[in-house]
């Protein structure tokens, strides 16, 4: 037992337990909290192995802003504490059949994957390979990689600005429908 | 690291993956489902860094392309409510199962 098997341990755990109380918790707001602690230990992960830059991106992009607006709209759409439809045992059954199958599936094409070869042990490279790659520098002067991934990265940036503007557009406010005046209606 | 091995982060990634398909199956409410995918996509990035760390010819790729997802997480997550928060302005929930005026 190594120290980061003993971390990776603790990790999983905390990570894949959040992820059963995002399934199984009945009320919005405590499914988003405990997926805030699966998104924390998705970060703990990057950072256990290697990936700084990814980990931090994780921390400040995920928990810092997709789950405070999923709280958002958590608020601005919650009826009460525990208010809304049940779900169906029938459901339950379906999508736990569902998901088991999956799961069985991909443990198993994992297992096949990382049998053969034995997986080597590289330190990931740092922020300052990922943006020249981002920027479509080679890594060694002279090495022919063309543009890389400067069109992909174009692309992302300029969806994020197009869905930004999108999602300004569709959560506007809008004015109310006129409604008629029921008769012998008082304010 | 070498103890640990790909193997362990493909499990764990796999079971994010089923945690997120039993969220879209079995959550009403539409945030909830929203949430299922953020667990999917988290499960693709573990995916993703875990190869860029195990195997040699992606130790950029990985990185970049769990770049990517993050950014277009985020994006997918503002449209999503958007859409959400018009969804509850015409009716008044956000019960899926409401939303059926294009049944045939």
Redesign the interface.
Known sequence: M?L??VL?ALI?VV??GS??G??FSRS?VR??VW?LF??IG?SL??FL???E??GA??LI??VG??LV??V???M??S?GPFA????RPA??L???L???A??AL??SA??D???PA?????P??GVG??GL??LGVP?QPGEARGLA?LL?FEI?SV??LV??V??????RA?KKVAQPPTPGATR | MTDLGLTPFLTLSAFLFACGILCFAAKRNAIGILMGVELVLNAANINFVACARFVPSLRLEGQVFAVLVIVLAAAEAAVALAIFLNFYNNHATVDVDEGTELKG
């Open positions: 190594t980061p098997v990776f999983a990570t894949a992820a059963l995002v399934v919005v499914a988003a997926l699966s998104l998705v992960l990057y192995l290697g990936a830059f990814l991106a994780q992009i995920y802003g997709t607006l999923v958002f709209g958590v601005l759409t009826q809304g439809p049940r779900t459901e339950w379906a999508g736990g569902l998901a088991g999956l799961f991909i443990v994992s297992l994957l990382g049998r034995p997986p080597t042990d590289q990931l490279p390979p990922l790659t981002f890594e991934f992909p992302v969806h994020l869905v930004l999108a999602a300004a557009y569709l959560a809008k």
